[in-house]
């Protein structure tokens, strides 16, 4: 398959109708039938998204450096490596009638090993014929070898399609507690008009700091409020995957599920102490974790009563450009009333001082300025007096 299209091709996208929200650029395109060429990766225009991850399927085997593969037994199935193979430009995951233990189907699908967080993720994609069949592009922390894991916070379904009703597109956010209840937020099924396993389609989530809003074919179907005051924020891993889940129609076995592409566009970048350590936190001096809550829920805060004890936090930006810097202030009664930040943005440092003492607890504005892409620029909050607290910061993309 081809992989080109002009950046025309991005401006005379399809409009979409009656929506709140515009898509970010990567979902305005038209999609192409199963013959013809695939959307390009480019760089989203106007938006200020760059693309952070993709796998265009393009090899002839799985490249497991960035995938795990889904390993577990549930509902109806095993899922194993073997059923997931590349060739011809894209994913497939066979559906077989395969005595696997207790399990008489077997199916699979990959798990990225890289977790990410707020940005928009894509998928252009082929449910299976006959039913029986569970299809999903959805985010979740996890490798695959277990949906029921401590790690399972944020779930995101960008879609869950049976395809005894492939015409019928299940959306939305679940919040998961540690005793497994969980709460649906935004939960919609979108009805767009086509059969799902008769040709390709794009699929994308937006997901911000306040909402998820979901994305077929570059229209909005659907958007979840989803604020991290009320609700955890995890990083997520991106599942691609397909499993046995209802009465599976036999005649129509072998069946495979397709992905032609997976992608995911970064545009403000938000390092926290609870981020993996290639996300770009560190410490200096003595810190603890602290009861107070981080920005999101069911995320800790850390402080530090150590002299010069400090904390950076260090982004990885994927592009240059004019972004906003914002710090979480923790607000507490003996924190530091004089904690000074330096901004460290194309080669000049910029400080300012803080009371955590004193206001709201929130984020607030360190100010405006030009980066340049990698890892060079940083903020680094150093303990004046009291408890130091450290949480997260955020360099917003002003486009």
Same mark, same amino acid.
């Given at each position: 398959?081809s992989r080109?299209?002009?950046?025309l +091709?991005v401006a005379?996208a399809? @409009?979409?109708?009656?929506?709140?929200?515009? +898509?970010? &650029? /990567?979902a305005?395109?038209?999609?192409?039938p199963p013959?013809?060429a695939?959307?390009?990766v480019?760089t989203?225009?106007?938006?200020?998204y760059?693309?952070?991850?993709?796998?265009e399927?393009?090899? !002839?085997?799985?490249d497991t450096?960035?995938w795990?593969?889904?390993?577990d037994?549930k509902a109806?199935?095993?899922?194993?490596a073997?059923?997931v193979?590349?060739g011809?430009g894209?994913?497939s995951?066979a559906?077989?009638? %395969?005595q696997?233990?207790?399990?008489?189907?077997?199916a699979g699908?990959v798990?990225?090993?890289?977790p990410?967080?707020?940005?928009?993720?894509?998928t252009r994609?082929?449910?299976?014929v006959g &039913?029986?069949?569970?299809?999903?592009?959805?985010?979740?922390?996890g490798?695959g070898?277990d949906?029921?894991t401590p790690?399972?916070?944020?779930?995101?379904?960008?879609?869950?399609?049976?395809? !005894?009703?492939?015409?019928?597109?299940s959306?939305?956010?679940?919040?998961?507690r540690?005793?497994?209840?969980?709460?649906?937020i935004?939960?919609?099924? @979108?009805q767009?008009? $086509?059969?799902?396993s008769?040709g390709?389609?794009?699929?994308?989530?937006?997901?911000t700091?306040?909402r998820? &809003?979901?994305?077929?074919d570059g229209?909005?179907?659907?958007t979840?409020t989803?604020?991290? !005051? /009320?609700?955890t924020h995890d990083?997520?891993?991106?599942w691609?995957?397909?499993i046995?889940y209802?009465?599976?129609d036999?005649t129509k076995?072998p069946?495979?599920a397709q992905?032609?592409y997976?992608?995911y566009?970064?545009?403000?970048?938000?390092v926290?102490?609870?981020?993996?350590?290639?996300?770009?936190?560190?410490?200096?001096?003595a810190?603890n974790?602290s009861? =107070?809550p981080? $920005?999101?829920?069911?995320n800790?805060?850390?402080?530090?009563?150590?002299?010069?004890?400090?904390a950076?936090?260090?982004?990885n =930006?994927? @592009? @240059?450009?004019?972004y906003?810097?914002y710090?979480?202030?923790?607000?507490?009664p003996?924190?530091d009333t004089?904690s000074? =930040?330096?901004?460290v943005?194309g080669?000049?440092?910029?400080?300012?001082? =803080?009371?955590?003492?004193?206001?709201?607890?929130g984020w607030?504005s360190l100010g405006?300025?030009?980066?340049p /892409?990698?890892?060079g620029?940083s903020?680094?909050?150093?303990?004046?007096?009291?408890n130091a607290?450290a949480?997260?910061?955020k360099?917003?993309? %002003?486009?």
């Amino acid at each position: 398959m081809s992989r080109r299209f002009n950046a025309l +091709a991005v401006a005379a996208a399809a @409009a979409i109708v009656g929506a709140s929200l515009a +898509a970010p &650029a /990567a979902a305005r395109q038209q999609v192409a039938p199963p013959s013809g060429a695939r959307p390009e990766v480019t760089t989203p225009a106007g938006d200020g998204y760059t693309l952070a991850f993709d796998d265009e399927f393009d090899g !002839s085997t799985v490249d497991t450096t960035r995938w795990n593969f889904r390993t577990d037994q549930k509902a109806k199935s095993a899922q194993l490596a073997r059923n997931v193979s590349e060739g011809g430009g894209v994913l497939s995951i066979a559906l077989k009638k %395969e005595q696997y233990g207790s399990y008489a189907y077997t199916a699979g699908g990959v798990v990225s090993k890289q977790p990410f967080r707020y940005g928009y993720y894509e998928t252009r994609a082929k449910t299976p014929v006959g &039913a029986g069949w569970h299809t999903s592009f959805w985010a979740m922390a996890g490798d695959g070898t277990d949906t029921y894991t401590p790690r399972r916070r944020t779930e995101i379904d960008q879609f869950e399609i049976n395809s !005894s009703a492939p015409q019928n597109i299940s959306q939305g956010v679940i919040a998961w507690r540690a005793d497994g209840s969980s709460t649906s937020i935004g939960r919609r099924t @979108a009805q767009p008009g $086509f059969d799902t396993s008769a040709g390709w389609h794009t699929y994308g989530f937006d997901w911000t700091e306040d909402r998820v &809003a979901f994305y077929v074919d570059g229209t909005l179907t659907d958007t979840a409020t989803y604020p991290p !005051s /009320a609700d955890t924020h995890d990083y997520l891993n991106i599942w691609l995957t397909s499993i046995g889940y209802e009465t599976v129609d036999e005649t129509k076995l072998p069946a495979t599920a397709q992905f032609d592409y997976v992608r995911y566009y970064q545009k403000d970048y938000y390092v926290d102490n609870d981020t993996p350590a290639s996300y770009g936190y560190s410490e200096n001096g003595a810190w603890n974790d602290s009861t =107070l809550p981080g $920005f999101t829920v069911g995320n800790t805060s850390r402080w530090s009563a150590a002299p010069g004890a400090s904390a950076t936090w260090r982004p990885n =930006l994927r @592009a @240059a450009g004019h972004y906003q810097v914002y710090v979480y202030r923790t607000v507490y009664p003996g924190s530091d009333t004089d904690s000074r =930040l330096d901004v460290v943005h194309g080669g000049t440092t910029t400080t300012t001082h =803080l009371n955590y003492t004193t206001g709201t607890t929130g984020w607030v504005s360190l100010g405006a300025w030009d980066f340049p /892409a990698g890892t060079g620029s940083s903020v680094t909050l150093t303990r004046g007096n009291g408890n130091a607290r450290a949480d997260a910061v955020k360099f917003v993309r %002003e486009v």
